[in-house]
């Protein structure tokens, strides 16, 4: 599988303007056919050899666990050079990933995706984090694309409400703590197979359920500040003993480009 890994004057303006601004943007075509279909044929076999149900948001999403921690074509997808290339030059700083898994929505077996952001469940502290969310099939609205609520990663604080308060209103805790989110805009990306959107941490994004005949199947790599250090979040693992405020080893979370 080839990667072409895009110079930083190759990523539009516009793409890098649309991030900063609304907390989002949308790279069409980051993958090719023959990326895109070699990678979910990967994902699919994955999920049916470790796969996790998460039914804590009720989202009744299907996903790995770290699956990118094995060596292979799901750690070649998450530190693919040019998803990393686009995501530092989006994020305007070096990054490391730290997590690589597949996401599948049933079809018609699925839920909405209740509206949150990642940092609420972000077990570092760092300057930026953001994650690409990869289509490895097309992701019309019926099959559950995401919406994102533009500008909400630029809000007045808190910056973070903490695990407790998402799981007592696992729908409504960000407008109930920032209700100033309650007017921003809203917008819906359907994908294309090999599209990819990314997503800051603190942007406010959710999506629908798959009501359609075939499956949903993604994959995301989360990506943060190579300077983050540890800071525990009660129920969410992280790989490695590490200590609160440790720098992350360069050996369990790369650099991306090493
Ligand atoms: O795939 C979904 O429905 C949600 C994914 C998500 O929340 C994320 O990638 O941060």
């Known amino acids: 599988m080839s990667a072409h890994c895009p110079a930083s004057r190759d990523i539009p303006r ?3 303007e ?3 601004e609304n907390g989002f943007a949308h ?5 090719s056919a023959g990326e895109v279909d070699s ?9 049916s050899a470790h796969s996790k149900s998460d039914d804590a948001g009720a989202t009744r ?9 094995a060596d292979g074509p799901l750690r070649e997808l998450a530190l693919h050079p040019r998803i990393g290339a686009f995501a530092e030059r989006l994020a305007g700083m070096p990054l490391r990933v730290w997590r690589g898994d597949v996401l599948l929505k049933e079809p018609r077996r699925s839920a909405r995706t209740n509206l949150h952001d990642d940092e609420t469940f972000l077990p570092f502290e760092g300057r930026v984090s953001l994650t690409a969310w990869v ?3 097309d992701v019309t609205v019926e099959r559950g694309c995401m919406t994102f609520l ?6 007045p604080g808190p910056d973070r409400v903490g695990l407790p308060a998402l799981s007592a209103d696992p729908d409504g805790y960000m407008l109930k703590y920032w209700p100033g989110l309650n007017w921003n805009t809203r917008v819906t990306v359907p994908l294309r197979a090999g599209d990819c959107t990314f997503h800051h941490g603190r942007t406010g994004h959710m999506a629908a359920a798959n009501t359609t005949d075939e499956q949903r199947v993604s994959y995301v790599v ?37």
Not at 27 to 31: A, E, G, I, Q, T
């Open 14 to 16: 516009r793409t890098v």
């Open 18 to 20: 649309s991030f900063r």
């Open 27 to 31: 790279v069409p075509r980051m993958l």
């Open 39 to 47: 990678f979910r044929t990967a994902s699919l076999a994955a999920l």
């Open 61 to 69: 999403i299907i996903s790995t666990e770290h699956v990118w921690r």
């Open 135 to 137: 289509a490895l099939v």
């Open 150 to 155: 533009a500008g909400s990663h630029d809000r």
């Open 222 to 258: 989360a990506l943060i500040d190579a300077e983050a250090t540890y800071r525990p979040v009660s129920g969410v693992d992280v790989p490695g003993e590490l200590t609160p405020g440790q720098r992350l080893p360069d050996d369990l979370y790369p650099r991306v480009g090493a």
